[in-house]
């Protein structure tokens, strides 16, 4: 009885903390919707790629196969035949890591074509109620923009909410790499939002770039923005547990095995870790092997774990969280499931505690001028001597 008290509690102090810092009655309403799905399966087609014997040899099964099986299967096959598998599965080839980048990027619009064209249909049809011909003009516009010129979508999955990875530069030649790991509220609805930009994902990654790039316009970057798993909607039960984390960082592991495949950076890609995106980081850093992974959290409610050591050897841990950060007010506890552990930003923790000066509130990290900007893009790009650390 005394255990689920706690919990109740923990819950509503992770509620009552957003809705009196930054949310209000919309972050209340959130803390009481439904749990959300984690998307863990193989997109759609995949069976049918699995029994696919045309070519003469099996085909790398979307849900066991290692990025680097997946590069070798493609490294085999003339252009035709790379063609034909786009053509026929291209939410498959799409969400494949370790496929060639170009067939990604041309499988993925196909799968946006097809996905604008189903929810125009649906949207057309006059027998479905205002919510669905809402959902489905909503859809059919997101998907829509994802479609112009010079977008690289290197994954796309409408199943739920939609999930989205876009990159920002080019990611072939890149000799940095950095993935933006977003948090609560994230998907492909919000994954590029015109209205306040560096609240998504995409705006994001834009910034960090431009900021990379002013740095060091000599050195060739890439950002990849990463609206990769299902998140957290408001800050209710799924928000204060570890569940959609855990379903989310083998995704993320598996993007990074990709890049192994298809891209050379001279170090491993920069993760910059938001908010409950901090918690897939946590999860994900101990599988992290070789070469050291940068790893900067920002607007962290914890990373699951009690302090640096427990992350694992694979990762150099840079933290910062802004006076003005709301997250700051909810508990840096692990209860029975509940919380996140303790604060990285904290003394003792062992992250290189880095500033964040001109930031505000808790997505202002990015936003021009700010020394947390400056920050990421000197970590990404390896100039660690640039970096400003906090004081005090």
């Not at 069976?47 to 790398?60: I, K, Q, V």
């Not at 995704?251 to 095995?257: G, M």
């Not at 919380?339 to 923790?349: L, Q, V």
Request: glycine share 10%.
């Amino acid at each position: 009885m005394r255990r689920r008290r706690l919990k109740r509690a923990l819950i509503g102090a992770f509620a009552a903390c957003a809705v009196l810092a930054d949310a209000g009655a919309a972050a209340a309403q959130a803390a009481a919707s439904n749990e959300q799905v984690a998307i863990t399966t193989p997109p759609a087609g995949s069976e049918a790629w699995t029994h696919d014997h045309s070519l003469g040899t099996d085909l790398p099964d979307p849900a066991t196969a290692d990025a680097t099986t997946v590069a070798a299967f493609f490294a085999s096959l003339g252009a035709a035949q790379q063609d034909r598998l786009v053509q026929a599965y291209p939410l498959v080839v799409g969400n494949l890591d370790g496929a060639p980048l170009q067939l990604r990027y041309r499988a993925n619009r196909l799968a946006l074509l097809d996905e604008v064209a189903r929810a125009k249909a649906v949207a057309a049809d006059p027998k479905v109620d205002a919510t669905t011909h809402a959902l489905a003009v909503s859809r059919a516009n997101d998907c829509q923009a994802l479609l112009r010129p010079g977008r690289q979508i290197l994954a796309f999955d409408p199943r739920g909410r939609g999930l989205v990875t876009e990159v920002f530069g080019d990611l072939a030649t890149a000799q940095r790499v950095s993935v933006i790991v977003p948090g609560s509220d994230t998907d492909l609805g919000h994954h590029d939002r015109a209205d306040d930009p560096l609240r998504s994902p995409a705006g994001m990654a834009r910034a960090l770039q431009a900021k990379e790039q002013q740095l060091a316009p000599d050195t060739s970057t890439a950002v990849i923005a990463w609206t990769g798993y299902v998140t957290p909607v408001g800050l209710g039960p799924d928000a204060a547990t570890a569940r959609l984390a855990q379903a989310g960082a083998p995704r993320l592991y598996r993007l990074l095995e990709g890049l192994k495949q298809t891209s050379a950076p001279a170090a491993p890609p920069t993760l910059v870790c938001h908010s409950y995106g901090t918690v897939v980081c946590g999860t994900v850093a101990p599988l992290l092997h070789g070469p050291t992974t940068d790893m900067v959290v920002l607007g962290s409610p914890g990373m699951g774990v009690q302090n640096a050591d427990e992350l694992g050897t694979g990762v150099h841990l840079w933290a910062t969280r802004n006076p003005s950060d709301w997250i700051g007010d909810v508990p840096y506890v692990e209860v029975g499931g509940l919380g996140h552990g303790a604060d990285p930003t904290g003394s003792d923790f062992g992250a290189e505690q880095i500033s964040s000066a001109g930031a505000a509130g808790h997505v202002g990290y990015f936003a021009p001028g700010t020394t947390s900007l400056f920050n990421f893009a000197a970590i990404a790009l390896g100039d660690y001597q640039a970096v400003v650390y906090r004081n005090g």
